[in-house]
């Protein structure tokens, strides 16, 4: 946690989970993502059937590490450094107990638009993965769903003037404000399964100066999918019409994750790697810490809630070493 990672900035951070794996004794593979991105990828037989993962990136800004009693504060303590150092104690329990069949699998670039997972969608090993357990703050539950996102900018242009003369431009920040009053009252299609579609308008720029008519504007958007991403792209443009244009950005699906008898299970609103990490088997989810702390200056996790996800994790590997899960669903 000390290592800052803000997203694009995972290099470092990177470096030492492969030494200090490779302390360990795993075999570790960085894969580059960019000039200065990698996956982290370690193993300990050659064919692994069960992979823990989660991000290595955080939001920003950095918020060095502290910690009382109960508590670890800072950036990623709960997203996601803290389900990191779980994962490696539970893998490492495992590999006392003799289970060598798994993985870690560490990416990049989550919190922006999965690059790293969508790169490490084609590493070969991902084919001989049955189960991709991805850790993420649930609360220690199971989440059987996790909400998709669809990620898009609104434009609009139009005609600068002397703003003495208005009727000689044409404001592009008045239609932009007239299309996100009509986005804020759009009912999109939600899903029973997943819950309702919510949208974020999430930045706003446009304008030059006090003394002209805006010639351009934009507002960046995030909707949590509940539903394929196509009627809620329709539902947009029908929004917008010819009064300005639509941009998408990125898009990542809802999912359905394998359910597993006797861990508590619930729906999540926020979205994850999973949706681009098909090729490593059958997702699960589950992680410790609170989705709402995450992503906040007041981040933290309970120490307690890392240890109980420790023993969460080696439970659920021996389970699908062993059993096969109750369902079998994704969309
Ligand atoms: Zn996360």
Same mark, same amino acid.
């Given at each position: 946690?000390?290592?800052?990672?803000?997203?694009?900035?995972?290099?470092?951070?990177?470096?030492?989970?492969?030494?200090?794996?490779?302390?360990?004794?795993?075999?570790?593979?960085?894969?580059?993502?960019?000039?200065?991105?990698?996956?982290?990828i370690a193993y300990l037989n050659e064919t692994p059937r069960v992979w823990?993962?989660?991000?290595?990136?955080?939001?920003?800004?950095?918020?060095?590490?502290?910690?009382?009693?109960?508590?670890?504060?800072?950036?990623?303590?709960?997203?996601?450094?803290?389900?990191?150092?779980?994962?490696?104690?539970?893998?490492?329990?495992?590999?006392?107990?003799?289970?060598?069949?798994?993985?870690?699998?560490?990416?990049?670039?989550?919190?922006?638009?999965?690059?790293?997972?969508?790169?490490?969608?084609?590493?070969?090993?991902?084919?001989?993965?049955?189960?991709?357990?991805?850790?993420?703050?649930?609360?220690?539950?199971?989440?059987?769903?996790?909400?998709?996102?669809?990620?898009?900018?609104?434009?609009?242009?139009?005609?600068?003037?002397?703003?003495?003369?208005?009727?000689?431009?044409?404001?592009?920040?008045?239609?932009?404000?007239?299309?996100?009053?009509?986005?804020?009252?759009?009912?999109?299609?939600?899903?029973?399964?997943?819950?309702?579609?919510?949208?974020?308008?999430?930045?706003?720029?446009?304008?030059?100066?006090?003394?002209?008519?805006?010639?351009?504007?934009?507002?960046?958007i995030l909707i949590r999918l509940t539903t394929p991403m196509e009627p809620?792209?329709?539902?947009?443009?029908?929004?917008?019409? %010819?009064?300005?244009?639509?941009?998408? @950005?990125?898009?990542? *699906?809802?999912?359905?994750? $394998?359910?597993? #008898? !006797?861990?508590k299970q619930k729906v999540v609103r926020f979205t994850t790697d999973i949706?681009?990490?098909?090729?490593?088997?059958?997702?699960?989810?589950?992680?410790?810490?609170?989705?709402?702390?995450?992503?906040?200056?007041?981040?933290?996790?309970?120490?307690? %809630?890392?240890?109980?996800?420790?023993? @969460?994790?080696?439970? *659920?590997?021996?389970?699908? $070493?062993?059993? #096969? !899960?109750?369902?079998?669903?994704?969309?």
């Open positions: 946690m000390s290592i800052p990672s803000v997203s694009g900035e995972e290099e470092t951070v990177g470096f030492w989970l492969r030494d200090y794996l490779q302390s360990l004794g795993w075999t570790v593979e960085l894969q580059p993502v960019t000039d200065t991105q990698n996956n982290v823990l993962s989660t991000h290595m990136d955080t939001v920003p800004p950095f918020i060095a590490p502290s910690e009382d009693e109960e508590k670890i504060y800072g950036r990623g303590s709960c997203d996601a450094k803290g389900i990191i150092a779980a994962q490696i104690v539970a893998a490492e329990l495992l590999r006392k107990e003799g289970i060598e069949d798994i993985g870690l699998l560490y990416t990049v670039e989550e919190e922006r638009a999965s690059t790293g997972a969508k790169v490490a969608n084609l590493h070969p090993l991902a084919a001989k993965c049955e189960y991709l357990i991805n850790g993420e703050p649930t609360d220690n539950e199971l989440a059987i769903g996790s909400k998709g996102a669809f990620r898009a900018m609104i434009r609009t242009t139009g005609k600068a003037a002397h703003s003495a003369y208005p009727e000689q431009g044409d404001s592009a920040i008045e239609k932009l404000l007239d299309i996100l009053d009509d986005v804020r009252h759009t009912r999109f299609p939600n899903d029973e399964f997943f819950g309702e579609t919510t949208v974020n308008i999430a930045t706003l720029d446009g304008g030059v100066a006090l003394n002209v008519i805006p010639p351009n504007a934009e507002a960046g809620i792209r329709d539902a947009l443009l029908n929004v917008i019409r %010819d009064r300005g244009e639509l941009e998408l @950005l990125s898009y990542s *699906l809802p999912v359905k994750m $394998l359910a597993v #008898e !006797g861990f949706p681009h990490l098909t090729n490593w088997g059958q997702p699960l989810l589950l992680g410790p810490g609170s989705i709402l702390v995450a992503h906040t200056k007041d981040e933290f996790v309970l120490k307690k %809630d890392l240890e109980d996800a420790v023993g @969460l994790y080696v439970e *659920l590997v021996r389970r699908l $070493l062993t059993t #096969e !899960g109750t369902e079998n669903t994704e969309i």
